[in-house]
T-cell receptor, first 114, second 111 residues
Framework: DARVTQTPRHKVTEMGQEVTMRCQPILGHNTVFWYRQTMMQGLELLAYFRNRAPLDDSGMPKDRFSAEMPDATLATLKIQPSEPRDSAVYFC????????????FGPGTRLLVL | DQQVKQNSPSLSVQEGRISILNCDYT??????FLWYKKYPAEGPTFLISISSIKDKNEDGRFTVFLNKSAKHLSLHIVPSQPGDSAVYFCAAGSNDYKLSFGAGTTVTVRA
């Protein structure tokens, strides 16, 4: 049963600290997405990669957020420095780009910045 | 700028009755639409989709209807079951494979 995995599942940190979230996409999927869920905005796309290359990161605050794919089995999302307004659930999703394909979501990382 | 809108944040329905969830979009470039279901502390899971060349797609108890002229789609769940209680997200995509999501509708199925 192939699944997207995310670590950590929960993170509590203090304002100003660095936060790193990790995602292992489903083996064979060539597209990876990072989303943030907030009460007001629902699911917002932060960034996405195809074949490990960043395609769009326009949804991310550039000054503090960064997303990378060091290899095909790992995607990372970093926040440095973190702020209370970054508190949200962050989801990773993966898929195979063949047109009109669904995306498969991980369980999310619940982040609380105090 | 929300391109996909779910105007009803919540819906309560009695078990066995029909649940109707609505979704509106603004971008005419969207060419496929999906519904995702989300339980607490889990990620969204794919439920059903529809291409813009169709106006209806059915999968068991779930049917999605698309009205392109009105830029509106709806999800019908018949009959509703207690396990259907969840948050439902409407999403729309185009050829770049990015999805735009609505804010979600929380469905509660009453016994």
């Amino acid at each position: 049963d192939a699944r997207v995995t995310q670590t950590p599942r929960h993170k509590v940190t203090e304002m100003g600290q660095e936060v790193t979230m990790r995602c292992q996409p489903i083996l064979g999927h060539n597209t990876v997405f990072w989303y943030r869920q907030t009460m007001m905005q629902g699911l917002e796309l932060l960034a996405y990669f195809r074949n490990r290359a960043p395609l769009d990161d326009s949804g991310m605050p550039k000054d503090r957020f960064s997303a990378e794919m060091p290899d095909a089995t790992l995607a990372t999302l970093k926040i440095q420095p973190s702020e209370p307004r970054d508190s949200a659930v962050y989801f990773c999703a993966s898929g195979s780009y063949r047109g009109q394909e669904t995306q498969y979501f991980g369980p999310g990382t619940r982040l609380l910045v105090l | 700028d929300q391109q996909v809108k779910q105007n009803s944040p919540s819906l309560s329905v009695q078990e066995g009755r029909i649940s109707i969830l609505n979704c509106d979009y603004t971008n005419s470039m969207f060419d496929y639409f999906l519904w995702y279901k989300k339980y607490p502390a889990e990620g969204p899971t794919f439920l059903i989709s529809i291409s813009s060349i169709k106006d209806k797609n059915e999968d068991g108890r779930f049917t999605v209807f698309l009205n392109k002229s009105a830029k509106h789609l709806s999800l019908h769940i018949v009959p509703s079951q207690p396990g259907d209680s969840a948050v439902y997200f409407c999403a729309a995509g185009s050829n770049d494979y990015k999805l735009s999501f609505g804010a979600g509708t929380t469905v509660t199925v009453r016994a």
